[in-house]
């Protein structure tokens, strides 16, 4: 425990743990992305939306061996201790960074509130706010913001992203824009971290992470504003089995 709290103390270890969380949150953003986008693939011949055949997949991972819907309990668990713990260091080390700049001769405890500091207490607070927002929503069902059928994910999607609640898919779609400002500037903030950056290759290194924030970020936004504008088949039609062919 002593040597946790020693690195934990440490510039260096908070650096790490900085790293280490936002590699957490980024494969979990990258992966979660790429399973929402089956929303866009139609459906089996049977009738269910590939989406709702994802989160069942996703309910049942590691079934027989582990109950039903541990595993991905589990996941929401450790991300967000994750983006806890991310937003912890992240946010102590703008203050440190702001006490180590000297102003004049006297120090005063404005430089503890750095626009570094306040922009990661904002935007880390905004997500950790969504996240739980997002599992009480289409998760547990527990907000009164559309229907709500447990399994059904894109019945929930349709009901929820459409007209009546625009204001719902305004937020989601404000936060994904929050979310990708911190997701850039945390994926440069790595290659730093890890001492990968080169001025030589910085340019590159920059436009990757540029690049792969909006690829993810307009991937989230596309799903609300597809339905709110009407974009997507009805309930009826995603949920409709292809009839067998007459003999």
Same mark, same amino acid.
């Not at 650096?15 to 992305?33: D, E, N, P, Q, R």
């Not at 541990?70 to 260091?89: C, D, E, F, K």
């Not at 006490?99 to 430089?111: C, L």
């Given at each position: 425990?002593?040597?946790?709290?020693?690195? /934990?103390?440490?510039?260096?270890?908070?650096?790490?743990?900085?790293?280490?969380?936002?590699?957490?949150?980024?494969?979990?953003?990258?992966?979660?992305?790429?399973?929402?986008?089956?929303?866009?693939?139609?459906?089996?011949?049977?009738?269910?939306? *590939?989406?709702?055949?994802?989160?069942?997949?996703?309910?049942?991972?590691?079934?027989?061996?582990?109950? *039903?819907?541990?595993?991905?309990?589990?996941?929401?668990?450790?991300?967000? !201790?994750?983006?806890?713990? *991310?937003?912890?260091?992240?946010?102590?080390?703008?203050?440190?960074?702001?006490?180590?700049?000297?102003?004049?001769?006297?120090?005063?405890?404005?430089?503890?509130?750095?626009?570094?500091?306040?922009?990661?207490?904002?935007?880390?607070?905004?997500?950790?706010?969504?996240?739980?927002?997002?599992?009480? *929503?289409?998760?547990?069902?527990?907000?009164?913001?559309?229907?709500?059928?447990?399994?059904?994910?894109?019945?929930?999607?349709?009901?929820?992203?459409?007209?009546? /609640?625009? /204001?719902?898919?305004?937020? /989601?779609?404000?936060?994904?824009?929050?979310?990708?400002?911190? !997701?850039?500037?945390?994926?440069?903030?790595?290659?730093?971290?890890?001492?990968?950056?080169?001025?030589?290759?910085?340019?590159?290194?920059?436009?990757?992470?540029?690049?792969?924030?909006?690829?993810?970020?307009?991937?989230?936004?596309?799903?609300?504003?597809?339905?709110?504008?009407?974009?997507?088949?009805?309930?009826?039609?995603?949920?409709?089995?292809?009839?067998?062919?007459?003999?």
């Amino acid at each position: 425990m002593n040597r946790l709290a020693a690195i /934990y103390s440490s510039n260096l270890g908070k650096k790490v743990i900085a790293a280490v969380t936002g590699l957490i949150l980024f494969g979990f953003i990258a992966g979660h992305v790429a399973g929402n986008l089956k929303v866009f693939t139609g459906s089996t011949p049977d009738g269910l939306p *590939h989406i709702d055949e994802y989160a069942h997949f996703l309910r049942e991972v590691g079934v027989p061996l582990v109950p *039903h819907n541990m595993v991905i309990w589990s996941a929401r668990i450790v991300l967000l !201790l994750a983006v806890i713990m *991310h937003i912890a260091v992240v946010i102590q080390l703008a203050m440190q960074s702001a006490e180590a700049r000297p102003i004049g001769y006297v120090k005063t405890k404005r430089k503890m509130a750095s626009p570094a500091a306040l922009y990661m207490m904002f935007s880390g607070g905004l997500i950790a706010f969504f996240i739980v927002f997002h599992l009480l *929503h289409f998760t547990v069902g527990a907000l009164p913001l559309g229907e709500f059928q447990e399994g059904e994910v894109y019945r929930n999607l349709h009901s929820s992203f459409s007209a009546d /609640y625009w /204001y719902v898919s305004l937020f /989601y779609i404000i936060t994904m824009v929050v979310i990708g400002l911190h !997701l850039n500037h945390g994926l440069w903030s790595l290659f730093q971290t890890l001492g990968l950056d080169n001025p030589d290759r910085n340019k590159i290194i920059r436009l990757g992470s540029t690049v792969t924030t909006v690829l993810i970020i307009a991937g989230f936004i596309a799903i609300p504003l597809a339905f709110l504008t009407g974009q997507m088949p009805p309930v009826e039609e995603a949920y409709q089995a292809i009839a067998p062919p007459n003999h």
